[in-house]
């Protein structure tokens, strides 16, 4: 689950629809299909899949509504199974360009092991294309949805990995910086593939494998690269982000890696014997947040300067959240929103929760985090949890004064597993938009998407 990214006005050959189609966000989500929803982690899936396109107007603040409710725009059908992970390109670059008129590019790690970037077109070009016609455009909420067969804009296949069989993809990041050309990609048996696009403009593109290599004996969960607004202004550092990323899984470990020397990570922090499970950049203070398994975050400070000097300091830990007693949940997915200062996560017994994404070393001055959304299971059928149900539900920080929102809920003890569909799988911030804009995507195995703008205010 991805949102787009905000490249851009679409070309003047779509006048009559660009005004709706700026004011248009778009969200990808890949679901498990329904003929087989458990799917085991490193075994090739197969058969058709869709990547769904959910497109939702923009908030009317003055009406505190919105415009339209969120509707499926398009899906984008393959034979990959299913998709384990979803990224879309964060920008233009010159080196792959194509029609003006798109949404953008989208990569994703297939089950079958494929990588795949499709060139997503824009939803009113599509819908010219298919009527012959320009009319109507503008009115794009009131057609039917269309499922696209598009080919990949460039495609690798399975890697030849360890003794068991191939390497296949669990997660991928896109270089966040111009020229947007390599990939990162983590697998379930452990290793890390680097892969370039290359090609020329106007041609076919490809997938170039430039390494790959074992970054770990168990499965990856996470990889992202170094955020570029991590560099500092120091011009030996200057291109380093386009080296250095981050891998994350069941081993435990947090690794530094740098691209140009893959014998041994940078640095590496051990969490102990639980599962990494998503990490989170946190821009404003340059640390990161990682989300685990027993139901536990912990925050990280990142010093670029001493990266380059492979120093321990590297990455320095701040604070952990974690539960006054055991429970048998984790924390599914982590997102941070810097432009907003808002954390959001998911977590197995089906809570979304937000709460601010400050480093504080006193924790007198943190607010609490709040439950926002949570699920129920009542033996027969799933159900949203009401206003009064949230506020009486534990979250793993509470405030630590008393009397404070989110520091009255009842400690409940669980001695068992929660329902598996109760599981929040992903959580995202929308990242486009004014301060005032803090729109939250989140769902999981349910099968429910659920699209909330949440108050800022709601943390003070």
């Known amino acids: 689950m991805e949102w787009l990214h ?19 966000q778009y969200l990808a989500v890949s679901a498990h299909p329904e003929r087989q929803r458990d799917n085991t982690i490193g075994r090739t899936c197969t058969g058709p899949g869709v990547i769904q396109l959910v497109a939702m107007n923009c908030l009317d603040h003055q009406k505190q509504k919105l415009e ?46 494929q990588v795949v970037i499709y060139d997503v ?8 294309q298919d009527d012959g016609t320009s009319e109507g455009l503008a009115d794009a909420s009131s057609a039917q949805p269309c499922m696209l067969d598009l080919q990949p804009l460039a495609c690798s296949e399975a890697i030849c990995g360890q003794p068991g069989g191939p390497s296949l993809p669990s997660c991928l990041d896109w270089l966040p910086t111009w020229p947007h050309d390599l990939l990162v990609v983590g697998c379930w048996d452990g290793t890390v593939s680097l892969q370039r696009i290359v090609g020329e403009v106007g041609s076919s593109l490809a997938l170039e494998l430039l390494q790959h290599f074992a970054a770990s004996q168990q499965p990856l969960r996470t990889v992202s690269w170094l955020p570029a607004e991590m560099a500092p202004a120091d011009a030996t550092f200057d291109q380093t982000h386009r080296h250095v990323f981050i891998a994350a899984g069941h081993s435990g470990y947090l690794q530094l890696w740098d691209a140009r020397d893959t014998c041994r990570p940078i640095f590496q922090y051990s969490v102990g014997y639980h599962w990494l499970l998503e990490v989170a950049w946190n ?24 990266v380059l000097a492979r120093e321990k300091k590297s990455v320095t830990r701040v604070i952990a959240f974690r539960p006054a007693e055991t429970l048998p949940s984790a924390i599914w997915s982590v997102d941070a929103c810097s432009k907003r200062g808002l ?13 601010q994404l400050n480093f504080p070393y006193d924790n007198r001055t943190r ?54 569909q109760l599981a929040v799988h992903r959580v995202r911030w929308n990242p486009n938009g004014g301060p005032g804009k803090a729109w939250l995507a989140h769902g999981g195995a349910s099968g429910f998407l659920r699209l909330q703008h949440i108050p800022i205010s709601r943390l003070d």
Do not use: M
Not at 6 to 24: C, F, H, K, Y
């Open 6 to 24: 905000d490249q851009g006005p679409l070309s003047p050959e779509v006048q009559a629809a660009e005004n709706a189609v700026r004011a248009t």
């Open 121 to 128: 077109p824009a939803e009113t070009a599509q819908r010219q």
């Open 367 to 420: 607010p609490p985090h709040v439950a926002v959304s949570g699920l129920q299971h009542d033996g027969e059928a799933l159900g949203l949890k009401d206003d009064s149900a949230l506020e009486q539900t534990h979250t793993i920080y509470r405030g630590s004064r008393s009397g404070t929102k989110g520091g009255k809920g009842a400690i409940i003890k669980q001695d068992h597993p929660p329902h598996p």
């Open 68 to 113: 339209a409710l969120p509707r499926l725009a398009f899906g984008i059908r393959h034979q990959g199974g299913l998709a384990w992970c979803l990224r879309w390109c964060s920008g233009k670059s010159p080196a792959f360009a194509g029609p003006a008129d798109r949404l953008g590019l989208l990569a994703a790690a297939l089950g079958n092991g």
């Open 343 to 355: 954390l959001a996560y998911g977590t197995s017994d089906g809570l979304t929760v937000i709460g």
């Open 283 to 306: 821009l404003r203070e340059l640390g990161l947040v990682l989300a685990q398994d027993l139901r536990s975050l912990e925050f990280f400070h990142l010093r670029p300067e001493h």
